[in-house]
């Protein structure tokens, strides 16, 4: 074997089944498409198999997904994975398994309950127009939420372990910058100049001056539930960014890995070459690969032949031919396995220390039913 491809040393491999059992965070990243939205609850499972109490955090899950977990996809907090079927995968207290299929407008109203003076004010920010487009529409909210919810979870110290699951990976990353993006809505002169203001008569009167201009412009509603909003949102972005800062800090530290999840696709294999880049630039923990659809396990499979055929002795023309076929067949699929296992290989090379990098088995796409879930839990806490 060259010293490309050469696997790691027993002793220098982290285990995804030793993250599960020991870390408090782990976040999975990757491509659309790759599985990763199944990977991040399979991982729950195990670590919840494991005698963990486990939160699995998904954003925008299938709706299948939900359907197999037995919850609501947008419920406003966690919420248990039915007693039944945490019984029938294996999970017995004290562990537990809750998910939330979190919806980012629930969560993003909640931070505005937390960081307001009172709940009148709170409702004045929930009820106001721009809030209730921006908290759907501005790039950013999608992965500040998320970031809000994880710290929040962290914070109250109810799980174990979250596992969270994000959204492709080129945006993977953007909850860490998302409330600072935001805040730039405000800090930006043009929108500053908005702002009620006391510390003169000339800043009192300019700011009644753009005020009247807007009015005149947009209508005077209008006008006034922009400058109520420039002014209650200022000091929500303020404490946002005090958030964002510790939960950087508690991200780059040990109790969390980031796992990028890719398939054997070169454009996958690309995003999963990026966001391990990404991560060194951040200085975030990753702990490696998982190479999902991958046909790296087929390569010790045997090769058919009619002595897997009860009376191959006799066997007819058109069995030996159908074997000749199938034989074909599984040489092809073995070129195939020969191909997934030098690319995990490389993976494994590429992880570099304190890293690993594993197969999936290949599933049907889209497969979210509990048996595969089991499936893929069983494979990642034997890694």
């Not at 999975?28 to 109490?53: E, N, P, Q």
């Not at 510390?199 to 109520?228: H, N, T, Y």
């Not at 191959?312 to 199938?326: C, P």
């Not at 070129?335 to 995990?344: F, P, V």
Request: charged share 25%; hydrophobic share 45%.
């Amino acid at each position: 074997m060259s010293k490309s491809t050469a696997p790691k040393s027993r002793r220098d491999v982290t285990r995804v089944g030793d993250l599960l059992r020991q870390k408090r965070i782990i976040v999975c990243c990757g491509a659309g498409g790759v599985g990763k939205t199944t990977t991040a609850a399979a991982l729950s499972l195990a670590a919840a198999r494991a005698g963990r109490r486990v939160l699995v955090l998904t954003i925008d899950p299938s709706k299948r997904l939900a359907e197999t977990l037995g919850v609501s996809r947008n419920p406003p907090e966690p919420v248990a994975v039915p007693k039944e079927r945490q019984a029938l995968a294996g999970i017995s207290a004290p562990a537990t398994l809750d998910a939330w299929m979190l919806d980012h407008k629930l969560v993003a109203d909640s931070a505005v309950r937390r960081l307001v003076k009172s709940p009148e004010e709170a409702e004045r920010v929930l009820g106001n127009r721009l809030y209730q487009q921006i908290s759907s529409m501005v790039a950013g909210m999608h992965e500040y939420t998320a970031m809000e919810a994880l710290h929040r979870l962290v914070i109250a110290g109810h799980y174990d372990l979250v596992v969270l699951d994000t959204p492709p990976s080129r945006h993977a990353l953007d909850f860490l910058e998302a409330p600072r993006r935001l805040s730039r809505l405000i800090d930006t002169r043009a929108i500053s100049a908005f702002m009620p203001r006391s510390d003169s008569l000339v800043a009192r009167a300019a700011s009644k001056v753009i005020e009247r201009v807007l009015g005149a412009v947009f209508g005077d509603e209008f006008a006034s539930e922009f400058v109520a909003f420039v002014a209650m949102f200022a000091g929500i972005f303020q404490a946002l960014s005090v958030d964002v800062n510790t939960m950087r800090a508690f991200l780059s530290g040990p109790d969390v890995a980031f796992l990028l999840v890719s398939s054997p696709a070169p454009t996958t294999l690309a995003e999963a070459h990026f966001f391990q880049d990404k991560t060194r630039e951040l200085g975030l923990p990753f702990r490696g690969f998982v190479l999902n659809r991958s046909r790296a396990l087929n390569v010790q499979k045997p090769l058919p032949d009619l002595s897997m055929v009860d009376g191959s002795a006799g066997a007819t023309v058109a069995l030996r031919r159908g074997m000749e076929k199938l034989q074909a067949m599984a040489k092809l699929e073995l070129e195939w396995a020969d191909r997934d296992l030098a690319l995990l290989r490389d993976l494994e090379t590429r992880a570099g220390e304190n890293a690993t990098a594993i197969a999936l088995p290949e599933l049907a796409q889209g497969a979210d039913d509990m048996g595969t879930l089991l499936t893929v839990a069983n494979v990642l806490a034997a890694s």
